[in-house]
């Protein structure tokens, strides 16, 4: 399916990535390892983290400047979704008409609609990206070239993508390990709701929930349940806001189930309690 | 503060262990590592299966008749929830007076009310346990001589419980490798809705909850906060009964941060959003 991750000829000059945390640090560390580009430059916010990133090997050039960009014909934004939208434009204003945009934002509707004139443009086009990697660890230091190897990467074109630029954004996934699959903005925002968004909320609000008392007595099961929820609130807070309608659908659905699990404990129905349960067990086994 | 684990003399002549799945086989693994016992006899229901944990190593002996474990001066009861009473009332017969009977059991107060007349006893007396030690994962073959390492476990005296009694089942306990906590049966149940027996409830909605089209979707995040609805139902669902008045309070807690979450998500309020999350984080970074 996939063409070699490698071959004798970089894939791109100038690969751009703007916001060199633990995704867009990855990014740069697995195309680095393969050879993808000639040049790795990273756009950020501050001098010291992308002077660190470039100390660290992981980019060449480091700056606060989009201007720095011009000459790529690449470019992934990895900053936090509230902030996509305004970091794309400001790089599709110097990149140079055939140069691609794409993103790592965990959701996709908003960003796809705000930047719907991007999609089919002449000029730079935009496709949106999602890799289904990550963790609850923040900052380039924890990057990790293996970070998207055999990981699902949604891409969302519209239906003003061109076909060949869908192509090159699935290919640059691939080129870094992933598996592509491709959904609408919009399914992916109502699937990402219950798979990722209301697991967060759900693991917050159990860790939330937890008394002084109760910390001595929090063993495995516990930690894996709310692992998640050590995730940076700076990130979570714009995916839950940006995605409310999906969230909310998908927590009056939970809802309904743990009403359906109280109802069995308040009528002491065993039998239907072990149907939930089963039910449970099934859904997770399929999960392999 | 633990006494050394092996001594040139074993502390038990004959353990018992009454129910030898992960729990039972890993605490006969313990035992037989740190030499802590003459012989070790196990109890089960299926012939085949205690004939499997003896040619594992696991035990000496296995019966299906509790008269196997006349001699013996410590026994662990290892069983479902709902069968412990029954199984410590029938291992209280044939032992010795100054016999000890502990279980490994995930509730505390339905047990300990109901064996009360055995806690004080003169005869061979009760006193619960639950080693906050496990996995989604059934069976002697899944056995771990290393599973209470390091890991809490939670003794239960009651007002009646000689403190010898309780020593001896905490030292016990200790030898396994495990951190002992004493708590009140009612304690106990309270914290542990809190701790296990709601996010387990919480796991089975969420992953009861997927669609057939979330399956490809569903990434690590969802993984881990789902992990415990594999436990098998049929331990689960008499956990959640016996505990029912608890888990209820537990997720009636809950689900007022629930509605918190969303009601910020309703007023698009990314401060309260924020305030819910931070809240959240700090609590899970606290556990380490």
Known sequence: MSEPA????????TLVIAGVGLIGGSIAAAARQRQ????????GRTES??????KAGLIDEGSTSVAA????????????????????????EVLSPDALITDAGSTKQIVCE??????????????GSHPLAGSQLQGFEHSD????????????????????????????????GAVVVQRTPGEHDQVL???SHLPHLVAAALA???????????????????????????????????NARSVQDALGELQGRLREFADSLQHDDPSALQKLLEEAKRQRDGLG
Chains 1, 2 share one sequence.
């Open 193 to 195: 709701a219950r798979t």
């Open 208 to 242: 939330g929930s937890l008394q002084p008392a109760d910390l001595e007595l929090a063993a495995s099961g516990f930690r894996d349940t709310t692992r998640i929820a050590a995730g940076d609130p700076g990130l979570w807070a714009p995916i839950l806001t940006q």
């Open 145 to 176: 070239a293996t970070l998207f190897q055999d990981r699902i990467c949604v891409v969302t074109p519209t239906d003003a993508t061109q076909p060949n630029n869908t192509r090159r954004v699935e290919q640059f996934w691939r080129d870094l």
């Open 114 to 127: 705000d930047l719907a004139d991007l999609c089919g443009a002449d000029g730079p086009a935009f496709i």
């Open 36 to 43: 993808l580009a000639e040049r790795i430059v990273g756009i």
């Open 69 to 92: 960009a011009a000459d790529a014909n690449f470019a992934v934004v990895c900053t936090p979704v509230d902030r996509i939208c305004d970091d794309v434009r400001a790089l599709a």
């Open 6 to 13: 490698s071959t004798s000829e970089p894939r791109f000059g």
């Open 49 to 54: 983290r992308l002077a660190g990133a470039v």
